[in-house]
């Protein structure tokens, strides 16, 4: 079952803070999150595994949520490096260990 | 950096002709996938495989078809390309190590059928 992604887009300045979400109507085992540049492969971020976990590098971290329905990243201070589409994949708690991935939010950073 | 090839990067074909796209990794890993992507718009997974000899379809419905004959090795085929095929096709991998492994992707193949 495809997780829903939210926001569709979004546009920043240099230096402010975004929030993607991502949430799944049932329990989820792992959450992948990739950034793919125009033109490129999608690059893996970070995965999640746990209820309550967190984690991240330098100024990109992920939650996601007890319950494993919901996940989120946050980009701190973001940089003109950091545009691009930002997708997160996910796998059932007892699926066949295959990623099914949200629709993606484009992130556009300006000067 | 991750070892994962895919060949032609495009291709421009016509309708009717037999075409396979190429995906080749040299890491040792276990699972690989195909996903499609329209241009700016989400991954779809369309063939799966756990390892030689096991294939697997993924969500999105494909008259493609895959095989496994070798570790390294996934190439999709389409017996008869049609213009709806138009898209990039994206491979890639992941050692078989329960659900912690992230996907290495291949910089894709972009196809156009005429």
């Known amino acids: 079952q495809q997780p829903v992604q939210s926001p569709q887009a979004v546009i920043l300045r240099e230096g402010e803070d975004a929030v993607i979400n991502c949430s799944s109507s049932k329990a989820l085992y792992s959450v992948h999150w990739y950034r793919q540049k125009h033109g490129e492969a999608p690059v893996f971020l970070m995965i999640?595994?746990?209820?309550?976990e967190q984690k991240g590098h330098d100024k990109i971290s992920a939650s996601f949520n007890e319950k494993k329905q919901q996940s989120s990243l946050y980009l701190t201070a973001s940089q003109l490096s950091y545009s691009g589409t930002y997708f997160c994949g996910t796998e059932d708690a007892q699926g066949a260990q295959k990623l099914v991935f949200g629709q993606g939010t484009r992130l556009t950073i300006n000067p | 950096e991750a070892d994962i090839y895919q060949t032609p990067r495009y291709l421009v074909i016509g309708t009717g002709k037999k075409i396979t796209l190429e995906c080749s990794q040299t890491m040792g890993h276990d699972k690989m996938y195909w996903y499609q992507q329209d241009p700016g718009m989400e991954l779809h997974l369309i063939h799966y495989?756990?390892?030689?000899?096991?294939?697997e379809k993924g969500d999105l419905s494909s008259e493609s078809t895959v095989s496994r004959i070798r570790t390294e090795h996934f190439p999709l085929t389409l017996e008869s390309a049609r213009p709806s095929h138009t898209s990039q096709y994206l491979c890639?991998?992941?050692?078989?190590?329960?659900?912690?492994?992230?996907?290495?992707f291949g910089n894709g193949t972009r196809l156009t059928v005429t």
């Open positions: 890639a991998s992941s050692e078989f190590k329960g659900n912690n492994s992230p996907l290495h």
């Open positions: 495989s756990y390892g030689v000899n096991s294939t």
């Open positions: 999640l595994l746990k209820g309550g």
